[in-house]
C-alpha cells in the first residue's frame, strides 16, 4: 500500500506541505496525501491533492477515520491557534499509533523600539486594553470576539476574512480582507483610523507581520496572545522542508522510531 498522509490544513505552511507531497519531493512512488480543512472560513483556498472540509467528531471520530482510511502519518499543520484539533489530533494519533508531527511556524521575535504587552488569552488582552489606548485595531480573527464586548467605551477595527456574529464590541468598523498584507498598507490603515493600539496572536509567519512594523513605526503599544503548547511529547517542525524530511525518514522506519523528532525540532 503507498504511503498516506493526513495533513491537518488551513494554514500557508499546510498548504505548502501538500504542493510538495503531492510532488512526490523524495517519498516512495505512489505517496497519497489527504489535506483537511475545518471549514471555518468560506472560499478557502484549496491544496493540492484530496481534500476534505469538515471536523472529525472529535478524537474518537479522527481516530476511526484515520483506521478506515488506512493513514500512515499525521502532520498537524492547523494554525497555532486552533488549539482543540491538536489535541485530538494527538489523542486519535496515539490510540491507533499513527505517528504525529506538529508543524508550526516560529513566533514572531521583538525588535528594538516594539512596545508589546502579553497577554495569556482574549480575556488577559480585553483587561489591558483601558490601560493602553481607546482606538484598537484588532486582527485576533472573527472568533472569541465576545471578550471584547464589554468594553463600550473603546472602539474598535475589526479585520478578518468573514464577517463576525455577535457578541461583538458594540463600537466596531469591519474590514473583511485576507493576508498577505504589505507594509503600506497597515501604515495607512492605522493612519486613517487613528488607531493607538493593536491587538494580535502570536501567529508567526510574514504574511500579517507587516502590522508589527507600522505599529513599532506609529510608536503605538501592542497586545500579543501567547499561543497555546502543543500537546506534550508531540515533536515539532518549524518549516514544510523539516515535515518532508521527518516523512522521508518515516518511510524507512519502523513505527516506534518514526515518532521521533525531526532534527532541529522542539
Request: no cysteine.
Amino acid at each position: 500500500m503507498p504511503l498516506h498522509v493526513l495533513v491537518l490544513g488551513g494554514t500557508t505552511e499546510a498548504r505548502l506541505l501538500a504542493e510538495s507531497l503531492v510532488a512526490a519531493d523524495g517519498l516512495p512512488a505512489g505517496a497519497r496525501v489527504t489535506s483537511s480543512l475545518a471549514g471555518r472560513v468560506g472560499r478557502p483556498r484549496l491544496p493540492p491533492g484530496e481534500v476534505r472540509i469538515g471536523g472529525f467528531g472529535g478524537a474518537d471520530g479522527m481516530a476511526a477515520w484515520l483506521r478506515a482510511h488506512r493513514v500512515d502519518a499525521v502532520i498537524d499543520a492547523t494554525h497555532p491557534f486552533a488549539g482543540k484539533i491538536s489535541f485530538n489530533a494527538a489523542e486519535a494519533a496515539a490510540a491507533v499509533h499513527v505517528p504525529l508531527l506538529a508543524l508550526r511556524r516560529p513566533g514572531w521575535v521583538p525588535s528594538e523600539g516594539d512596545r508589546w504587552h502579553a497577554a495569556g488569552s482574549l480575556v488577559e488582552a480585553a483587561g489591558l486594553l483601558p490601560g493602553l489606548g481607546r482606538r484598537v485595531f484588532l486582527t485576533t480573527g472573527r472568533m472569541g470576539l465576545a471578550a471584547f464586548a464589554g468594553l463600550d467605551e473603546l472602539w474598535f477595527l475589526m479585520r478578518s476574512v468573514d464577517a463576525p456574529e455577535a457578541p461583538h464590541p458594540a463600537r466596531m468598523e469591519t474590514l473583511l480582507d485576507r493576508g498577505p498584507f504589505t507594509l503600506e498598507g497597515e501604515r495607512e490603515l492605522i493612519r486613517r483610523h487613528r488607531v493607538d493600539v493593536l491587538v494580535t496572536k502570536d501567529s508567526g509567519g510574514e504574511a500579517t507581520a507587516p502590522k508589527l512594523t507600522a505599529a513599532r513605526e506609529a510608536g503605538i503599544p501592542v497586545v500579543l496572545v501567547r499561543r497555546p503548547p502543543v500537546p506534550e511529547g508531540v515533536p515539532v517542525a518549524g518549516t514544510p522542508g523539516e515535515a518532508v524530511g521527518w516523512l522521508r525518514n518515516l518511510a524507512g522506519q519502523t513505527p516506534r522510531e518514526a515518532g521521533q523528532a525531526p532534527p532541529g525540532s522542539v
